[in-house]
């Protein structure tokens, strides 16, 4: 299957995933890595949080980044208000949501990630939407 097309694929999953869930909104970014302005992947939200997320799947164990494709997504999270996320997904693992500043650096000073990286410092589906809830609900006013 071809690269973009597998892509649209797994962020329209994604999405697919946060509607689901009947708190969450969430919308494709289509043609976000065609253009020069940092758009990430998919961005998704509900009454307390906003994440803009780049969405990678891979077939391999690991995947490598451009550390500023990842500061254009932080970039972008900053001035939009929302808080910025790989979502990676494994084939047969899923998907792991990382923090950006969790990736690891590599001697070439591009970042990875890796299923054991992924497994340690990621987050599940399920975890990610649950994750800042009792936060907010404690902070609100």
Known sequence: MASKVKGSRTE???V????????WSAIRVAGSGLTKDPNPDVLAGNIKR?????CKSIKTTSKYLYPEDVKQIEDFANKFGAEPWIAIRFNHK??????TEDLKKTKSSNLVINVELAEEKGLKFEELIKEGETNAEHNKI
């Open 50 to 54: 906003h994440l803009a997320i780049e």
């Open 16 to 23: 697919h995933l946060f509607n689901k869930t009947g708190d």
């Open 12 to 14: 329209r999953e994604l």
């Open 94 to 99: 899923g998907w792991y949501f990382l923090k």
